[in-house]
């Protein structure tokens, strides 16, 4: 859009310019490059507000996965433990009931 408005801007400023004298050539020329300079320097700006824009969403991105990670490796290691505490619970009841059924005074 940028290059379609400086061309437009151009031969607009050409056909005006062809019955114009030199002074006031140079000075449309100075006006046409003044706004070429502007436009450049916006769409400079635009580009560097928009590659913050998508750094700073990246980076609230990455330490949204980052906590979700850790709420979920948290999650695991709770049920590791419950898991395990499960399982130590039924060894311990199997042992003894293991032992119950096979005691020496039960035969």
């Not at 002074?23 to 450049?40: F, L, P």
């Amino acid at each position: 859009m940028r290059k379609t408005w400086i061309i437009a801007l151009s031969l607009s400023t050409g056909l005006a310019l062809a019955a114009c004298s030199q002074q006031t050539q140079e000075n449309a020329d100075k006006t046409v490059d003044a706004a070429a300079s502007d436009a450049g320097a916006a769409a400079s700006q635009a580009v560097g507000d928009t590659a913050h824009a998508v750094g700073k969403a990246a980076d609230q991105g990455a330490a949204a996965i980052s906590d979700a990670a850790d709420k979920a490796a948290a999650a695991a290691e709770k049920a590791a433990d419950t898991a395990g505490d499960k399982i130590e619970e039924g060894t311990a009841k199997a042992k003894a009931r293991i032992h119950e059924e096979t005691a020496p005074d039960k035969h």
